[in-house]
């Protein structure tokens, strides 16, 4: 099964996996990294280094960050240059996540990291806008 690694700033990557397992349960093969004030960016290599190492039981790890460019994501490529079977996305949501977690133990590393970019990329979507077409709809079908 793909191991998973949530890396953001702060308590973000361990609220989404609490959100995360209130749809799909609790889940094992999974490690949450939070970069903190006065946390070192070496240490910070250090955790995710050893988590790739504890989440890999061979079929490889999905890691996530939060923003491009921060420090969990240059962390995280500095350790794929190394680090065999270890793939990456930058900009998680809890539809990835998800995604990551219900699929893992049906697909590889390389589908995976497919499925979870895919889940990404759909719009965000405007709720005020879409009750406003509910309730359109809703006048049409009474007419």
Known sequence: MVGILIATHGGFA??????????????????TIGLYHGDG???LEQKIRTAVKEL?????????????????????????????NFKAIAGVSMGMVVQAVMMRDQCGLDELADLCEEAGNQPVVL???????MLEDTEMDEI
């Open 14 to 31: 361990e609220g989404l996996l609490n959100a995360v397992e209130l749809i799909a349960g609790e889940q094992n093969q999974v490690k």
């Open 41 to 43: 960016i070496d240490e």
């Open 56 to 84: 890999d039981d061979g079929d490889g790890v999905l890691g996530f960050v939060d923003i491009l460019g921060g420090s969990p994501s240059n962390m995280v490529m500095k350790c794929m240059a190394d680090t065999k």
């Open 127 to 133: 709720l005020h806008k879409q009750y406003e077409e």
